[in-house]
């Protein structure tokens, strides 16, 4: 039995590529466009983070023209707290109330009368 041999001129080529059409942009246009994209990105938050620091600047400025009205108002509390406390004093304890309860001289005490 003889060999079957190719035919002459040999086979056809086997096509094992798909023939397919590309598809989507081309990596440079893409790039392009990502490296738009991010920029724009980058941009936006840039002027964010200024804004951002933009706002607390006033926020700070005003809390910082609000202290003295706020120091006033804690004083004017201590000392309606003081005014509080001598009065409730005098009505517990009466006018001329000795700190100290000798009649030894002690430093401080103008009540005594006497120069230590």
């Not at 023939?19 to 920029?39: D, E, T």
């Amino acid at each position: 039995m003889a060999q079957d041999m190719p035919p002459r001129g040999g086979y056809e080529p086997v096509q094992y590529k798909r023939n397919l059409p590309a598809k989507g942009f081309r990596p440079g246009i893409l790039l392009l466009g990502v490296g738009a994209v991010m920029g724009f990105g980058w941009y936006k938050l840039i002027g964010g983070i200024r804004e951002a620091n933009e706002l607390a600047r006033e926020k700070m400025w005003a809390r910082i023209n609000l202290i003295p009205l706020l120091q006033a108002e804690e004083d004017r509390d201590q000392v309606r707290r003081y005014w509080a406390d001598q009065k409730r004093e005098k009505e517990l304890l009466g006018e001329n109330t000795k700190v100290y309860n000798n009649e030894r001289c002690v430093k401080g005490d103008e009540n005594s009368g006497r120069n230590c």
